[in-house]
């Protein structure tokens, strides 16, 4: 797919092969795509159940083992974390988009809270990564996909040791967002 499209990638910092959790902003299906490309170990990806009912995606989303959830479903949440206790134990990187949903207009949405919670409860290691111009190279909305250019910003891997840190992580992701987010 990325030969297909013809996407330039643009790496900045380094990936954290040992993070536990991959925090990334989601625009674009091309996000999956990206870092499946580039992490040596299958990565277990958090999405939301309903997305498994789409046709022909949905078959596509079933393959992988994704971890599937019902963000409104109490049940759900702790079968999340049971299946994430699981792949994590297999050496399964989790990879997760804390805004809970592909943001519009390449404007990055609030992060949920729940990742926080999961970090702290199981203390895993959290790699924030900062995708830019997915959605210029790949966009499911318009079924259009354009050559160029992709920034994947990996930012310093975070231990969630401190009262502050998910907060100070937003700060900064969307501060990286808007930094590499110019016009390509």
Same mark, same amino acid.
């Given at each position: 797919?990325? +030969?297909?499209?013809?996407?330039?990638?643009?790496?900045?910092?380094?990936?954290?092969?040992?993070?536990?959790?991959?925090?990334?902003? #989601?625009?674009?299906?091309?996000?999956? !795509?990206?870092?499946? #490309?580039? #992490?040596?170990?299958?990565?277990?990806?958090?999405?939301? +159940?309903?997305?498994?009912?789409?046709?022909? @995606?949905? @078959?596509? @989303?079933? %393959?992988?083992?994704?971890?599937?959830?019902? /963000?409104?479903?109490r049940?759900? =949440?702790? =079968?999340?974390?049971s299946?994430?206790?699981?792949?994590?134990?297999?050496?399964?990187? !989790?990879?997760? @988009?804390?805004?809970?949903?592909?943001?519009?207009?390449?404007?990055? =949405?609030?992060?949920?809270?729940?990742?926080?919670?999961?970090?702290?409860?199981?203390? =895993?290691?959290?790699?924030?990564?900062?995708?830019?111009h997915?959605?210029?190279? %790949?966009?499911?909305?318009?079924?259009?996909?354009?050559?160029?250019?992709?920034?994947?910003?990996?930012?310093?891997t975070?231990? /969630?040791?401190?009262?502050?840190?998910?907060?100070?992580?937003?700060?900064?992701?969307? #501060?990286?967002?808007?930094?590499?987010?110019?016009?390509?």
């Amino acid at each position: 797919m990325i +030969k297909l499209i013809d996407v330039n990638i643009q790496e900045i910092g380094s990936l954290d092969k040992n993070a536990d959790i991959l925090l990334l902003n #989601h625009n674009s299906m091309l996000d999956v !795509i990206l870092l499946e #490309h580039l #992490h040596d170990k299958d990565i277990a990806w958090v999405t939301n +159940k309903k997305l498994a009912k789409i046709p022909l @995606f949905g @078959f596509i @989303f079933k %393959l992988p083992s994704l971890i599937l959830i019902d /963000p409104q479903n109490r049940s759900s =949440l702790k =079968l999340m974390m049971s299946r994430l206790k699981e792949e994590l134990r297999n050496n399964r990187p !989790i990879g997760i @988009f804390p805004e809970g949903t592909r943001g519009v207009n390449n404007e990055m =949405l609030k992060f949920q809270n729940g990742i926080k919670i999961i970090a702290e409860k199981l203390n =895993l290691k959290v790699q924030p990564i900062v995708l830019t111009h997915t959605r210029k190279r %790949l966009d499911v909305n318009t079924m259009r996909a354009t050559s160029g250019e992709v920034n994947i910003i990996y930012l310093d891997t975070i231990q /969630p040791t401190s009262e502050n840190w998910y907060e100070e992580l937003e700060r900064n992701f969307k #501060h990286k967002y808007e930094q590499y987010n110019g016009d390509k």
